[in-house]
């Protein structure tokens, strides 16, 4: 699996957008960009995932570049409940035993 | 529906001891992982299962041991506790989509 590489932390403001960049600049044609999220202390939580077309659901959405070199998570109304660890991860689909490979994440604090 | 349920929540052991941390899931899901995560890191897969009766290693296996009689439960093993395997364990489950499910994990002293 291609790695990921992220901001070890950035800070939004409660009410704007947040905007989590991602590069994965060696992912192979067949792999799909997930975003998980982990907020303190609880397990990840799944959010978005997409190949190459924008993808959009009701927690965010998913911009990957035309070369799928790198990706941008939105939040498009940050709250201070998305205060919380996301992770891009970059997989093969289908992959041998549907494995994930995290990575160190990008550490969002929402202020108010 | 309870969704991933870890037992227990919280555990210290002292250095030798074994325990055995089980993993429920109630969503009939065929794949099972068990995860470790040290404080200001990402999750480390340390073996998972594609169906009951069947388990595999991932990325630190060393000094765990899994079982997967049942297609709703997953035990993890430590036969020998070590100081280094003091972290937070999560268990997830998963079908043949693309999400996994995780549970609330089980806080784990080796002291």
């Known amino acids: 699996d291609a790695k990921t590489t992220q901001p070890t932390s950035m800070d939004c403001a409660e009410g704007r957008a947040a905007n989590l960049p991602c590069n994965h600049s060696t992912i192979s044609g067949n792999e799909y960009v997930y975003w998980y999220r982990q907020i303190h202390s609880q397990g990840p939580q799944y959010i978005i995932h997409g190949l190459k077309n924008n993808e959009t659901n009701e927690m965010a959405s998913l911009i990957i570049t035309e070369d799928r070199k790198s990706s941008t998570l939105i939040l498009p109304h940050a709250t201070l409940r998305d205060t919380a660890v996301y992770y891009c991860?970059?997989?093969?689909?289908?992959?041998?035993?549907?494995?994930?490979?995290f990575g160190g994440g990008t550490r969002v604090l929402v202020k108010p | 529906n309870a969704g991933v349920t870890q037992t227990p929540k919280f555990r210290v052991l002292k250095t030798g001891q074994s325990m055995t941390l089980l993993c429920a899931q109630d969503m009939n899901h065929e794949y099972m992982y068990w995860y470790r995560q040290d404080p200001g890191m990402g999750l480390r897969l340390i073996h998972y299962s594609v169906g009951e009766g069947t388990t595999a290693k991932g990325e630190v296996p060393d000094g765990y041991n899994v079982s997967r009689l049942k297609k709703q439960n997953f035990l993890l093993g430590l036969e020998s506790a070590a100081p280094s395997q003091t972290s937070v364990y999560f268990c997830a489950t998963a079908d043949a989509s693309y999400e996994q499910y995780f549970g609330p994990g089980t806080r784990l002293t080796v002291t």
């Open positions: 991860i970059v997989r093969v689909d289908p992959a041998a035993g549907n494995k994930l490979t």
